[in-house]
């Protein structure tokens, strides 16, 4: 394949099987805030004494300051979201609804400057294939726009149900789309080898349950699936390197260059459209939601609220 190098029909299969996974997890944690605290609090603990002293190694491809910063960032994100869920009052506190948008943008931060940092590099760095060129610069870039196109996270409200999802309408399907065209494109760039199952699986698993399963609340979803993955592979880093189900990148420098083309062209289309709603209706991203007249919009707060915020 142009992406990555022949796929056997145990790794098309294992993928599937990672996609299913994720989702079946994310969906047993979001309907069981018992369940989602054992997961992403006690869980955790264990790991961090019993099982990460002995997988994880340092300076090792799984056990860099970035892997350690997204698994606990991703666990922190988690238990903030549940706390929004339940512990009431939260969700109508302004400074609190500001705690998804403030990781969210933490997150993307972080993977900007490793892309910025794996530029000049060529080679086996940490038992990671790192590839450098001017794909990195596009898609850090193209990052930076998908940071400042964040918006809306004053509407973020709980869903009617009793599960009360974290909904954030106002992060719509062009602006999710356009992350993950970053993110895979940052895992491809970044983690090259670990694209298949870090990067494609992962990404869609928090796309479906948005788009299909629990409309509205795919921050939740992604962080929720984030975490879950980054337990397993820091637990069993093999999988995706040395297992039989791993699967190589092409190595491809026309490869690198389309999907960081794509990232930058999709998040700069974004950032056009989300200036031109706000000069045109003078709306401020700071204080009041970008994209509350588009019907998708509305069809998210009316699918998960008839009083929204209350």
Known sequence: MFL????????ILMWFIVVAFLILVN?????????????????????????WPKTVEKDSEIGTWFDWLKVYSALLSCL???????????????????F????????????VMVDFQVYPLNGNVNGVMRIGGPWNIMNGIAGIFNMVTIS???????????YKDLIWPDQMWFWII?????????????????????????????????????KGAWLQHRAQTLAIWMLFVMSYPAFVSDSIFAVQSSHSIAA??????????????????????IIKHMRNPLKEEVYIDLAGYKKIVELHSSAKGK
């Open 178 to 214: 356009a992350y993950n065209l970053w993110n895979f494109a940052f895992v491809y760039n970044c983690i090259t080898d670990h694209a298949f199952y870090s990067g494609a699986a992962l990404l869609i698993s928090s796309v479906i349950p948005a788009f299909l399963i629990k």
């Open 152 to 162: 809306g996270w004053v509407g973020i409200f709980n869903s009617k149900d009793k």
């Open 4 to 11: 990555f190098e022949p796929i056997p029909w145990y790794s």
């Open 27 to 51: 969906e047993i944690a979001r309907r069981s805030k018992w369940f989602s605290l054992f997961l992403f609090l006690l869980l955790p603990i264990m790991l961090a004494f019993a099982v």
């Open 100 to 111: 998804p948008a403030i990781a969210l943008v933490l997150n993307i931060l972080l993977a």
């Open 80 to 98: 903030g979201f549940l706390a929004m869920r339940f512990i009431k009052g939260l969700i109508t506190n302004k400074y609190i609804l500001m």
């Open 256 to 277: 690198l260059l389309f999907i960081s083309s794509l990232s930058l062209i999709s998040n700069l289309a974004v950032l056009v459209y989300h200036l031109y709603k």
